[in-house]
């Protein structure tokens, strides 16, 4: 289980997201040195409360985890590598090694504290490629099959139905600090800082690719972008965004007319899609939730009162993200959309960060890539004039109202 940050610890988290979408580096580099200063005392703090109650049971309530005799090893040679009198010479080179390579659990688990924090990614079709970086994928939804001979035709369609995803075009690196005197806490303590600074770092980095990726200089491709076969695409600026589809009410007629430009993919050829279990989702901010979509699908029981809530004519669910503005909002089919994530090279020296006197500083870099089926994977809506009540509800029999005198 991840370990849950504080207050102070969460509020560095959104504002690092916040800085992930600023044009200003600096903005970034502060964000990101407060978001691991935060993280670091967090962490370091409830590890020592944990290892103070004696209690092993304690630790692994907080997000500490028992390792394994290989993950133990590894952050062993990562914490004496860092204290040494020379780590840039320890570390160079140090995932170039085969048995020094970070174990895959690791990774595996950092991954699973990312989709236990983040219901968005989570949703998604998160694929762990390990040391792979180039996958093969299968665009269409449902297998393709045919009786008797197979055509040329047929072959054809099948040979066109596959891709390969370069995972390694998108490579996230998150750098950590850590103190001389810190790294005596151990390899307990050691994993569950850096699964959760490095959770953090990638999890928003993943999720701002994903939501609003342009596709170039190694960002996921995301899903607010036109990916239409022969779209003009640019190495600078990536994909272009989508139109947007203006919407004022979500009446089943009007709904069912977006969830429908979905269930075509670009062939025109129907998708399977399981609208009994979430085949789709919305994705829009807090603001908007709670203004626009939250009372447009809600309706009070006549019977109870009681308020029951995101009741869209088609099945969907709703995930809010800070990567969007206000009065935007995406319709999607999450299992549609791949994360693949992998290639991770461990803990290593970098040259662009130096070490200080008593700290230590080292980087962790990972490959991770997103992109859509198709471009009928997702559609772009305008829900800035969204009526906020249409539900009505019918009562059978006499109803009884009140006059004024």
Known sequence: MPINLNGTSKKLVEQFSAALKSEDKNDFERAFDALRAGILEDVTEQYNQAVASNDAAVLAQRGFRQLTSDETKYYQRIIDALSSSNPRQELANFSAVPDKMMPSTIFDEIIKDIQAKHPLLARLNMVNVGFITEWLRNKHTKQLAAWGNVGEAITKEI?????????????????????????????VWMDGYVRTVLGEAIACGLEAGVVAGKGAKGEPVGLNRDIHEGVSYSTSTGYPEKSKTKVTEFTPATYGGLVAQLAKDEKGKDKSIDFRSGGVALVCTTTDYLTKVMPATTVQLPTTGQYVHDLFPVPTEVFTTTELTDGTAILFLPDEYD????????????????FIEDQRAFKSVMYAYGRAFDNTSAIVLDISKLDPAYL????KGTVNTKTSA
Do not use: C
Request: proline share 2%; net charge negative.
């Open 159 to 187: 040979t066109s139905a596959f891709e390969v995803i370069d995972v390694k075009q998108g490579k996230l690196s998150a750098f950590a600090l850590v103190s001389i005197d810190m790294l005596k806490l151990g390899p």
């Open 339 to 354: 994360v693949f994530v992998g290639g991770n090279r461990g803990i290593e020296y970098s040259d662009e960060a130096k």
């Open 392 to 395: 009505n509800v019918t009562v």
